[in-house]
Each structure stands twice: as C-alpha cells, then as structure tokens.
Nanobody, 129 residues
Framework: QLMLVESGGALVPAGGSLRLSCAAT????????MAWFRQAPGTERKFVAA????????YYEESAKGRFTISRDNAMGTGYLQMNSLKTEDTAAYYC??????????????????????WGQGTQVTVAS
C-alpha cells in the first residue's frame, strides 16, 4: 500500500521561501499523478498544484501561479512544491496527494479532492508578517 510522507513545513517570514517534499514509500509513484492541497484552520481543503505522472503537465491554483512550482523525481519516488514569495495567506497545513487517474479524466478533475486516492498526513507552513 502506497504511503505518502510530507516534510519541509516551517515558520517563515513573509517573502520567504520553502520547499516541501512528498516521499512515497512501499510503492512506486511512476504511474501516479501527484498534487498538493492546503487547508487553513476552519476552512475546506483546497487545491494548490498538480503534476501528471510523467511530469510533462502542471496545473496551479490562481494565487500559486508565478510563485509556486510543483515537480517530481520518479527515480527518487518524491514530489516537491517549491514556494517563493510566501504570503501570510499561504499559512496552512499542506497535503500531498496521488492519483491513478490519467488522461482527460485527470485534466478535467485535477483540482477535485475526490480524484486522489492516496494522501499524506500533512506538513504545517506558517508565514509570519
């Protein structure tokens, strides 16, 4: 059974950068699309970024465009989220997710929580003003 383990969350000042990692254990991620979601206290979990299984296509939530970069290293079994120019509103628990859905079904549904069958436990990102 695939397990996802996030790391890299921290307290950073506004304008700072962080790189989150998502390590897969017990199974390969080569055939899975990956994504990052985030959840602030009292709010719903929301889509941040996604990447297809071969890394050729990436998708971003509007506020992440130009600041965040999603990537993956299938040989290492790890996904990443590089976050630059962090803002206080980026403060949230960040969750890694993986999906076996591909093609147009993934393209049409990458921002939907229900697309993903594997989830990590989350890592906290706090951006201080």
């Amino acid at each position: 059974q695939l397990m996802l383990v996030e790391s890299g969350g921290a307290l950073v000042p506004a304008g700072g950068s962080l790189r989150l990692s998502c390590a897969a254990t017990s199974a390969s991620i080569n055939h899975l699309a990956m994504a990052w979601f985030r959840q602030a206290p009292g709010t719903e979990r929301k889509f941040v970024a996604a990447i297809t299984m071969n890394g050729e296509s990436t998708y971003y939530e509007e506020s992440a465009k130009g600041r965040f970069t999603i990537s993956r290293d299938n040989a290492m079994g790890t996904g990443y989220l590089q976050m630059n120019s962090l803002k206080t509103e980026d403060t949230a628990a960040y969750y890694c997710a993986a999906s076996s859905i591909f093609g147009s079904q993934f393209t049409d549904n990458y921002a939907d929580l229900r697309t993903y069958e594997y989830w990590g436990q989350g890592t906290q990102v706090t951006v201080a003003s």
